[in-house]
């Protein structure tokens, strides 16, 4: 059986916060996840929409997803693609359908002139690591990731 990718539509929000949740599961942070199908649905398809989703299917059944966004490098003076979520489920993984999400979404950055196409990994998650490294993505591991999120960056912003 081979996969098929299309972008996302406004009906395809219950079954992409699913795959949010599950991946959040594996990950460990399931209690992080804030997202509601309103408010994903306003971020994937509302007038201020800000990134992008595309659905993997399998016979015409979604079994995975990829959500993205355009950030911008100075250094290039080109926008990039910055991948957040990439999700397969359990049972379709292991017979390339990753790989084929990532080419996807490299096909989408070379047609949208970006110059460059990045995303983060846990460390802990080998199967992802061995996935990238066969494809030729490279570590960057000069770079330290800084956050600020919830109260705390509620309370910077706020001069606290």
Known sequence: MTFSIRAARPDD?????????????FEKAEHEVKATIESLGESLFGAGAVAYAAILEKQGVPVGHAIWFYNYSTWQARKGLYLEDLYIDPAHRG?????LLLRHLAKTAVDNGCGRFEWSVLDWNEPAIRVYDAIGAEPQTEW????????KLIDFAAGE
């Open 13 to 25: 929000v219950p079954v992409i916060l699913r795959f949010i949740t599950d991946l959040a599961v």
């Open 95 to 99: 017979g390339g359908a990753g790989r």
């Open 144 to 151: 330290i990731r800084y956050r600020l999120s919830g109260d």
